[in-house]
């Protein structure tokens, strides 16, 4: 509001000045203050108006007129209950795991247990990248632990790069796994899973 009103105030001064001049210089014995003369207006012509020269090196900021209550800063700080209550609230939402015993969040994987699956894959991406190399996979890649490629004949493993892994299969590691998702449509809507667990 300051700014604006010592803005207009050098726009009224510099039109003043302006049909000031305008007036002195074309009409020189017509527009004279008492005692003056043409020649020593234009000697005693001020620098041009600064708002610098009002308010010097300070600034003016906007500050608050009113203390903030107490009230008023824990609520903003803590929140109200019947409106935002910001505080932490215990979370009521976890869960046990009953395999490994840590606790999760509801409706969460336990990431106890899915570290597992983490490291089972990495393994078996590692084991493909040596075996493999950077060779583009125009193939389905079957990787299979110990002693599980004997299981079906040879012609089964035709068309398909196989990759061994030498160790036992894990436990929680089901065969099921590793059926694919799409699959010829069947003739009966019977749906049977196999090789479960």
């Not at 003369?37 to 000697?43: D, G, I, Q, W, Y």
């Not at 929140?79 to 969040?105: A, V």
Request: glycine share 6%.
């Amino acid at each position: 509001m300051a700014a604006s009103i010592v803005n207009r105030l050098r726009i009224v001064i510099q039109n003043f000045e302006n049909i000031l001049g305008i007036s002195t210089k074309g009409y020189p014995d017509a527009f004279c203050l008492v005692g003056c003369e043409t020649n020593s207006l234009a000697k005693n012509s001020q620098p041009p108006f600064s708002i610098k020269d009002i308010i010097g090196d300070g600034l003016l900021w906007a500050v608050p007129k009113h203390r903030r209550s107490l009230e008023k800063r824990l609520k903003r700080k803590f929140g109200h209950p019947d409106y935002n209550l910001k505080i932490l609230l215990p979370n009521n939402n976890i869960r046990t795991c009953t395999k490994c015993g840590d606790d999760h969040e509801a409706g969460v994987l336990c990431p106890t247990c899915y570290k597992k699956v983490i490291d089972e894959t990495k393994e078996m991406q590692d084991a493909i990248q040596t075996e493999l190399k950077l060779d583009p996979v125009e193939k389905e890649v079957v990787v299979l632990y110990d002693g599980e490629k004997g299981e079906k004949p040879e012609e089964f493993w035709e068309g398909k790069r196989v990759v061994e892994l030498k160790r036992e299969r894990p436990a929680w590691f089901s065969k099921n796994l590793l059926q694919q998702s799409t699959q010829k449509q069947t003739t009966t809507k019977d749906v049977k899973p196999s090789e479960l667990g």
